[in-house]
């Protein structure tokens, strides 16, 4: 998927072929994309001024996704196709996933790098 292709809440949605079918939020395709793109810009490989501003606007949709006890919703539960989900699903893959974007996007703004750096 690329960057534009995204949706202006900047969510995966819950099918990447039919968005319109299921207009669910889904957040740990979002997570595992904000972590990869997120990655790529902190190894140099991606576009830090394009791919950047695409990070901030994914995180934060993510961010808006844990609830008041700290439960990351939005989460798809595992399957064989997109489905309709309960708004409060979650998945330890979900939050996995959130974790590692939030461990490069901690290193975006200037945390502890990779070794050798």
Known sequence: MTASAKPASRSTPTSLLEPASYPLKETSGSGFYC???TWGVNQGMLDRATITPVVFKTWAALTACIDADGK??????VGADPKAFSADATEIFGVGASLLAGSEI????????????
Not at 72 to 77: A, R, S
Not at 106 to 117: E, I, Q, S
């Open 106 to 117: 901690y290193r975006l703004g200037g945390g502890v790098g990779p070794v050798g750096r």
């Open 35 to 37: 972590y990869a793109l």
């Open 72 to 77: 990351l919703t939005h989460v798809q539960p």
